[in-house]
Nanobody, 115 residues
Framework: QVHLVESGGGLVQAGGSLRLSCATS????????ISWYRQRSGETRDMVAQ???????RYADGVRGRFTISRDSAKNTIYLQMNSLEPDDSGVYYC?????????GGQGTQVTVSS
């Protein structure tokens, strides 16, 4: 069982930045998939960023160049640095990992970007 706790969300003006954190109870080295998802109000939960064990990352089209996913194995924490935020970036952000045959997710953190 892996527990994930997201934090770092809040209210920010357009053009601002936030850094989301996802503290994990397990060893990041055991995770084969690490992702951040976003769920806008009334919409589906969509992947925005993913990092692989190799360190390679991929991003949704709308966030590429503005968001950066990273991990700190010593702290067992996953990050999402979000720059040049836009109102469309608003939503609940969730981290999600795959470990030993199961997916795990947290409760999410709310991000609101005002215009």
């Amino acid at each position: 069982q892996v527990h994930l706790v997201e934090s770092g969300g809040g209210l920010v003006q357009a053009g601002g930045s936030l850094r989301l954190s996802c503290a994990t109870s397990g060893s990041i080295g055991s995770f084969t998939h690490i992702s951040w998802y976003r769920q806008r109000s009334g919409e589906t939960r969509d992947m925005v960023a993913q990092i692989f064990p190799s360190g390679d990352a991929r991003y949704a089209d709308g966030v590429r160049g503005r968001f950066t996913i990273s991990r700190d194995s010593a702290k067992n924490t996953i990050y999402l640095q979000m720059n040049s935020l836009e109102p469309d970036d608003s939503g609940v952000y969730y981290c999600r990992v795959f470990s030993r045959g199961s997916y795990y997710g947290g409760q999410g953190t709310q991000v609101t970007v005002s215009s």
